[in-house]
């Protein structure tokens, strides 16, 4: 594959940014804006017709991905497949109108790879405190380290993140299947296999070659003096429990000594770096290592905690993908991708791989109703709103007993235990909890209940005064929030219920209705800790500095990954502005940022039922 792309596009890196970040108020320019039009008009000009020429050719291999062996084509002839052979057969005009859209890319993102870091460096900002990344939950590859003789074949290959999962996927379907999910029991390895993140930066820089995630992050930290002796990613395994990163992988043990670690060689304490899912287990650690070292460790070793598109109060797509395996990316599919998927992995089979994930359901939807609505009213309801996102789950017909009635997030969530094996039930109940500690007492006995610590509407922030949390994260993209569901018709589906990916209309799209956020995590999850739980005293009694930051979801319509300018949970990590505000705080300049509000957060924190404890009645005391 890399052969081919080398004769098709010549040899380039991943596709970075192509407009730098000012400083706010301060224009940069770091190429003639003639050129970069000119650049951009060469490509764009091209761009509306190429993609057909090989739009074709992926069809095509689409389809043989979805067919299977026993349907169109016989897939295990691909391994001994060619494809430099596709050149011969490519017409030569694509061929060379591809390898010159590459050309004129290149000519302008080499302005721009490093730009962010270029400019700050022009200013005197140079690396100071030693940094540390929490990847999400697709972010971090993972690899095969198993021996026995099924596991051979891809023995330190990534069975997640890289080309070796695709093939694994199509070819060996029940052999992926087979070492990605865990022990329904014990939430591990089954027997014979053994699975483990990938580390290093590579672990986390590219999900698939071309694909890029944190690797714009990492070419401006370098541009400063970053390098792998002051800037470590800490790569773990997204599928396990909490607990279990800890019981298996001692992750959050090494997590602090390379803590301590970067503290004493730098002489500076460290700026922690998080996102989505990383943001969640970056925030259990403060509290497990509070638990194990002590309430003054988190003040002595961390400066600053960089909370990126945090999804602290889930994900409400996370809960739709254990309760029927479905979300917006499935459920708005053209027919065609439908069957080919379903015929691949079925709604209820990607159900039970989700579910044998007891990390995944970390994401699920916390702070009940008093967050997101009750059957008639939610928070973050617009006006001429015709259906309140208060209802979570909507039924059209709602007389059977599978589906009884219209589900708000908390009955939501205890459908989907009522209704799953005891395995799944006790996975969840036994690591994760979801409601609202609405008194200081009821927060400091949760500071000792493990189960708690991921949810931070019943736990506190670490007793660490000098603390600061930034929190960026984009908003103003479609996301999805509430979904109306039917009962699965399907005699053959294991599944009681699906989305009605067929009611269309209004609000509603393919059984959907979309709210606020950044296309993957609603507004209030990225939001209202950072808004305003986190300045609720219980939450906060240190007074740790919070600042909020917004994005704008302005993207590129030439770039697919949305451009310097985007504000997508993902592609915001290549954004320009937020690399800008990164390596200022790792710069030990993060004093210079003031908060960025763009959304109405704070309009929406207002309304959520969750308010300061009422001060006890002072007790008089009456002389005798």
């Not at 030693?130 to 198993?146: A, F, H, K, Q, R």
């Not at 599919?333 to 990390?359: Q, S, W």
């Not at 957060?601 to 008089?620: A, G």
Request: hydrophobic share 35%; proline share 5%; net charge neutral.
């Amino acid at each position: 594959m890399s052969t081919l792309r080398r004769r098709i596009l010549g040899d380039s890196s991943s596709s970075p940014s192509r407009d730098s970040s000012p400083a706010k108020g301060e224009p940069v320019t770091l190429i003639p804006a003639r050129q970069l039009e000119k650049l951009k008009s060469k490509r764009s000009k091209r761009r509306s017709w190429i993609p057909f020429g090989f739009g074709g050719l992926f069809g095509i291999l689409v389809a043989a991905f979805f067919a299977q062996q026993n349907d169109v084509i016989n897939l295990e002839g691909l391994v001994d497949f060619n494809l430099d052979s596709l050149v011969d057969v490519i017409p030569a005009g694509i061929v060379k109108d591809a390898k010159d859209i590459t050309r004129h890319e290149r000519e302008t993102v080499s302005y721009d790879s490093f730009s962010v870091g270029l400019h700050l460096q022009s200013q005197g900002v140079k690396a100071k405190h030693p940094v540390i990344m929490v990847p999400g939950v697709v972010s971090t590859g993972l690899e095969s380290w198993g021996t026995e003789e099924s596991s051979r074949q891809y023995f330190r290959k990534r069975l997640w993140g890289s080309w070796s999962m695709m093939r694994a996927l199509v070819l060996d379907k029940a052999g992926w299947k087979r070492h990605i999910v865990l022990d329904k029991d014990t939430g591990l390895d089954p027997p014979g296999v053994k699975l483990r993140a990938a580390q290093g930066f590579d672990a986390a820089d590219f999900f698939i070659t071309g694909y890029w995630i944190w690797n714009k992050i990492l070419e401006n930290l370098a541009t400063l003096g970053y390098d792998p002796s002051n800037a470590f990613t800490a790569a773990y395994d997204w599928r396990l429990s909490y607990a279990n990163l800890e019981h298996r992988d001692q992750y959050f043990s090494r997590l602090r000594s390379h803590i301590e670690v970067a503290c004493l060689t730098s002489g500076n304490k460290t700026v922690l770096i998080s996102h989505s899912m990383g943001s969640q287990v970056l925030f259990y650690f403060l509290h497990w290592v509070e638990a194990h070292s002590g309430q003054g460790w988190v003040d002595k070793y961390v400066d600053s905690w960089i909370n990126i598109s945090g999804s602290m109060l889930g994900a409400l797509k996370g809960l739709t993908a254990v309760l029927s395996g479905e979300m917006k990316d499935t459920a708005q599919l053209n027919a065609f991708a439908v069957y080919g998927l379903e015929k691949f992995l079925g709604k209820d089979e990607r159900c039970e791989i989700f579910r044998t994930m007891p990390g995944a359901s970390s994401m699920l939807p916390k702070g009940g109703n008093a967050v997101w609505g009750n059957k008639t009213w939610a928070p973050d309801d617009v006006a001429d709103q015709q259906i309140s996102f208060g209802t979570f789950i909507k039924f059209k017909e709602s007389n059977s007993t599978q589906s009884p009635k219209n589900l708000t997030i908390e009955e939501s969530i205890d459908y989907l235990l009522e209704n799953s094996a005891p395995w799944y039930k006790t996975q969840v109940l036994e690591n994760y909890s979801h409601g609202v500690a609405h008194t200081s007492a009821e927060v400091e006995h949760n500071e000792h209940v493990p189960s708690k610590w991921v949810n931070p509407l019943e736990t506190r922030l670490p007793l660490a005064p000098n603390l600061k949390i930034y929190c960026f994260y984009g908003v103003g993209k479609s996301t999805e929030r509430s979904y109306f569901y039917h009962e699965d018709h399907d005699p053959l589906s294991a599944l009681n219920v699906t989305i009605d990916t067929g009611l269309t209309k209004g609000e509603v799209d393919h059984g959907i209705i979309p709210g606020e956020g950044d296309g993957t995590v609603p507004l209030l999850s990225n939001g209202y800790m950072c808004a305003k739980g986190w300045r609720i005293k219980r939450f906060n009694p240190a007074g740790v500095s919070v600042k909020v930051y917004e994005m704008p979801h302005e993207p590129d319509r030439f770039s697919p990954r949305g451009g310097p300018n985007t504000g997508d949970h993902v592609d915001i990590l290549g954004r320009s502005s937020l690399n800008d505000l990164i390596l200022r705080v790792a710069g030990g300049k993060g004093d210079q940022i003031e908060e960025s509000y763009v959304s109405k957060i704070r309009e929406y924190s207002e309304k959520v039922q969750i308010f300061e404890e009422e001060p006890l009645p002072k007790r008089r005391w009456k002389l005798p």
